[in-house]
């Protein structure tokens, strides 16, 4: 079956513009993460959903980040007034519920010019 | 900080000979994963290991997990250059998330 997509794969952006990232989880899956990996870096947690539950935000580096899933599937995470610092790979990953196994999507490279 | 730390960072070996990853992790845990990464995108889930469970294999990958010491260790059998990756360790640390290490970058040398 389908695996998680995400879109665009990559992004190039002018400093100051907001940018959507968008993440289709594999069906039926009912948790959602989104993660940053800086060049050379291990993942850092931005933020997950749980089925109707209310999102665990504790990982969004600032108030410029947003994220929302509409329908418990696809998810957008917003950044606003982008930064160079906000230039990474933007991880999605799905499972059947938190602590399973995830499976991850190809990424959205941003660069912030 | 990190929950779970890879060691080494970086690990270059011929093909045919053992790979061993270590992962150091700082509160209890429900559960432990391995992951593979190639070329800095998608993750690939390799093995999931419950904190009551010692050793887990799955193919040429043998985790084990020492909860005491508060570490596991995944080793890969027989390597392939197509084994060329960088593994990370995942804990939940008791909550319904997962923290990452920095990873360990595996080179297999033909």
């Known amino acids: 079956g389908a695996g998680v997509s995400q879109s665009p794969s990559n992004k190039v952006t002018e400093k100051g513009k907001d940018v959507e990232l968008r993440c289709d989880p594999i069906?039926?899956?009912?948790?959602l993460y989104w993660y940053r990996q800086s060049l050379g870096q291990g993942l850092e947690f931005l933020i997950y959903?749980?089925?109707?539950?209310?999102?665990?935000k504790s990982g969004l580096p600032s108030d410029r980040f947003s994220a929302e899933r509409t329908g418990g599937s696809v998810s957008t995470l917003t950044i606003q007034r982008t930064q160079q610092e906000d230039s990474a790979v933007y991880l999605c990953?799905?499972?059947?519920?938190?602590?399973?196994?995830?499976?991850f999507g190809p990424g959205t490279r941003l660069t912030v010019t | 900080s990190q929950q779970g730390e890879e060691d080494p960072q970086a690990l270059s070996i011929q093909e045919g000979e053992n790979a061993t990853m270590n992962c150091s992790y700082k509160?209890?845990?429900?559960?432990l994963q391995w992951y593979r990464q190639n070329s800095g995108r998608g993750l690939v889930h390799l093995i999931l290991?419950?904190?009551?469970?010692r050793e887990k294999h799955s193919g040429r990958l043998r985790v084990t997990l020492d909860t005491s010491k508060k570490s596991s260790s995944l080793l890969i059998t027989a390597s392939r250059a197509a084994d060329t990756a960088s593994y990370f360790c995942?804990?939940?640390?008791?909550?319904?998330?997962?923290?990452f290490g920095k990873g360990t970058k595996l080179t297999v040398n033909p």
């Open positions: 990953a799905s499972s059947l519920q938190t602590k399973y196994e995830q499976y």
């Open positions: 069906s039926g899956h009912t948790a």
């Open positions: 959903f749980q089925g109707n539950s209310a999102p665990d």
């Open positions: 509160t209890s845990i429900n559960n």
């Open positions: 290991i419950r904190s009551n469970e």
């Open positions: 995942a804990t939940d640390g008791g909550s319904e998330k997962l923290v």
